[in-house]
């Protein structure tokens, strides 16, 4: 019964729809076809030398329109800025006039007070500034650094600005340093080891061991792109998975805060590091999967993507190449480089219970570079 009434209506149709079929020209559907090719339309080269315009389009050849085209946008294979050795590292200094106290009304959620910090990459740059910011917002923190003298140091620094800066305080905050290689895994437990028994528990964690090389890449020396990812990415998870254990188990929520770049997302011109960007475009991703993972025990994960950034070493690295801050200031929209304070706010923030919903995030602190 149910197939002939189909039958009958699909019968139907055909015969309402034929005449209109019949209708139609018998060379319309002719007249409209139009020969498919596959080769794009070009215009003669030249048939318009005069045209600007018409000299920045395709049917130009390159270079027609000026010797600006492309000019920021690709690498350069003759820039190479090799990363110096740990000897030759510039010294970091504690923010001064950050840290002091202020009567100024905000939200008591930016406190860190009773946390216990850990900072990897501590000892200088950016990781410098970012632990002194947790010190001044309440917290106790561990430095772990490849240079354990450096990082010794800073501590000591960080204590004394926060001394001067806060002289009516009656507790000063604990700041230890600890030796690491984020690449180890044994050297990251061992490390983290120390630090509980130093501080008796960890709370939050900000990744900033990292560094970058710009060499092009047929010629980046395969031993050095490992070591690039090694401390950028392996030594990332590494820490991350041990702080995460330890909060596990204490049954505690915490934060994790990566470090990555805007590099992760973008392609950093004049410079060629792919290998770096690649390992930062890793560690984004990585924020947000563990973030995931780990929702389920209330640890929260996420990354903070900064863009160009005047550290002590960026300063010397302008210093030897002085055109690349003309070409990296000509494409920030805000045509300012970063300072590494700029980074304070957004580390409290993503650290302390102002952001208690907020995880799997890219807060990306960059001038607005990568809108464009």
């Given at each position: 019964?149910?197939?002939?009434?189909?039958?009958?209506?699909?019968?139907?149709?055909?015969?309402?729809?034929?005449?209109?079929?019949?209708?139609?020209?018998?060379?319309?559907?002719?007249?409209?076809?139009r020969?498919?090719?596959?080769?794009?339309?070009?215009?003669?080269k030249?048939?318009?030398?005069?045209?600007?315009?018409?000299?920045?389009?395709?049917?130009?050849?390159?270079?027609a329109?000026?010797?600006?085209?492309?000019?920021y946008?690709?690498?350069?294979?003759?820039?190479?800025?090799?990363?110096?050795e740990?000897k030759?590292?510039?010294?970091?200094?504690?923010v001064?006039?950050?840290?002091?106290?202020?009567?100024?009304?905000?939200?008591?959620?930016?406190s860190?007070?009773?946390?216990?910090?850990?900072?990897t990459?501590?000892a200088?740059?950016?990781?410098l500034?970012?632990?002194?910011?947790?010190?001044?917002?309440?917290?106790?923190?561990?430095l772990?650094d490849?240079n354990?003298?450096?990082?010794?140091?800073?501590?000591?620094?960080?204590?004394?600005?926060?001394?001067?800066?806060?002289?009516?305080?009656?507790k000063?905050?604990?700041?230890?340093?600890?030796?690491?290689?984020?690449s180890?895994?044994?050297?990251v437990?061992?490390?983290?080891?120390?630090?509980?028994?130093?501080?008796?528990?960890?709370?939050?964690?900000?990744?900033?061991?990292?560094f970058?090389e710009?060499?092009?890449?047929?010629?980046?020396?395969?031993?050095r792109?490992?070591?690039?990812?090694?401390?950028?990415?392996?030594?990332?998870?590494?820490?991350?998975?041990?702080?995460?254990?330890?909060?596990?188990?204490r049954q505690?929520?915490?934060?994790?805060?990566?470090i990555?770049?805007?590099?992760?997302?973008?392609v950093?011109?004049?410079q060629?590091?792919?290998?770096?960007?690649?390992?930062?475009?890793?560690?984004?991703?990585?924020?947000?999967?563990?973030?995931?993972?780990?929702?389920?025990?209330?640890?929260?994960?996420?990354c903070?993507?900064?863009?160009?950034?005047?550290?002590?070493?960026?300063?010397?690295?302008?210093?030897?190449?002085?055109?690349?801050?003309?070409?990296w200031t000509?494409?920030?929209?805000?045509?300012?480089?970063?300072?590494p304070?700029?980074?304070?706010?957004?580390?409290?923030?993503l650290?302390?219970?102002?952001?208690?919903?907020?995880?799997?995030?890219?807060?990306?602190?960059?001038?607005?570079?990568?809108?464009t």
């Amino acid at each position: 019964m149910f197939r002939s009434q189909v039958f009958r209506q699909l019968a139907r149709s055909a015969r309402i729809q034929a005449p209109r079929a019949a209708t139609r020209a018998p060379h319309d559907a002719v007249g409209r076809a139009r020969p498919f090719s596959s080769a794009p339309v070009r215009l003669t080269k030249g048939s318009n030398p005069e045209d600007d315009i018409e000299n920045a389009t395709t049917s130009s050849e390159p270079g027609a329109s000026g010797d600006h085209e492309g000019q920021y946008a690709r690498t350069q294979n003759d820039i190479r800025v090799e990363y110096p050795e740990e000897k030759d590292l510039p010294r970091s200094l504690p923010v001064q006039g950050r840290g002091g106290s202020h009567f100024k009304r905000t939200l008591a959620s930016f406190s860190m007070d009773g946390r216990v910090g850990v900072v990897t990459g501590g000892a200088r740059g950016l990781g410098l500034v970012m632990a002194q910011a947790l010190v001044a917002s309440g917290a106790d923190v561990a430095l772990v650094d490849m240079n354990r003298e450096e990082a010794q140091r800073s501590a000591q620094q960080l204590v004394e600005t926060f001394k001067e800066e806060n002289p009516e305080a009656d507790k000063l905050p604990k700041v230890t340093a600890h030796f690491c290689d984020v690449s180890s895994p044994t050297s990251v437990n061992q490390s983290l080891a120390d630090i509980l028994k130093a501080h008796g528990k960890v709370d939050n964690l900000v990744t900033s061991a990292g560094f970058t090389e710009n060499y092009n890449a047929i010629d980046y020396p395969h031993d050095r792109m490992q070591k690039l990812w090694g401390v950028n990415v392996d030594g990332t998870y590494l820490y991350a998975v041990a702080v995460a254990k330890h909060l596990m188990e204490r049954q505690a929520p915490g934060s994790i805060v990566m470090i990555g770049s805007m590099s992760g997302s973008i392609v950093n011109v004049p410079q060629p590091q792919a290998p770096y960007n690649a390992a930062k475009a890793a560690v984004r991703h990585l924020a947000s999967s563990l973030a995931v993972e780990w929702a389920h025990a209330g640890i929260r994960v996420n990354c903070i993507s900064p863009g160009y950034m005047l550290t002590a070493l960026t300063k010397k690295i302008l210093d030897d190449n002085p055109e690349l801050q003309k070409q990296w200031t000509s494409l920030i929209p805000v045509g300012k480089m970063g300072r590494p304070e700029d980074l304070m706010g957004a580390v409290t923030f993503l650290s302390s219970d102002a952001s208690l919903y907020v995880t799997g995030a890219d807060l990306r602190v960059d001038g607005a570079y990568t809108c464009t």
